[in-house]
């Protein structure tokens, strides 16, 4: 079993930054990828940026060159670097782990952490 808590989310004004973090415990040396998903009000849980242990890093169109995912394979950490914020990135942000070859695959998932950006 794989627990996951996220930290770091806030109120920002619209152009500013935030840094989410999450740290995985409990079973995890055989954790393939972590995640940050992102879930608007009425919105689907959508995937914003994910790690593997190797490093590759993928992201959604809508946050390239803005964010950037990193981890810790020896901390079991992943965190992600929120720049240039817009109101349309406000939405609870969830981190994921995953010991699937995908991280679109079953996996662990933290209680979220709130991102609300003003206008």
């Known amino acids: 079993q794989v627990q996951l808590m996220e930290s770091g989310g806030g109120l920002v004004q619209a152009g500013g930054s935030l840094k989410l973090s999450c740290v995985a415990s409990g079973v995890t040396l055989k954790l393939n990828a972590m995640a940050w998903y992102r879930q608007g009000a009425g919105n689907q849980r959508d995937l914003v940026a994910a790690?593997?242990?190797?490093?590759?890093?993928i992201y959604a169109d809508s946050v390239k060159g803005r964010f950037t995912v990193s981890g810790d394979n020896a901390k079991d950490t992943v965190s992600l670097q929120m720049n240039s914020l817009k109101p349309e990135d406000k939405a609870v942000y969830y981190c994921k782990a995953t010991s699937s070859r995908s991280i679109h695959d079953l996996g662990y998932w933290g209680q979220g952490t709130q991102v609300t950006v003003s206008s």
């Open positions: 790690i593997t242990s190797g490093g590759h890093t």
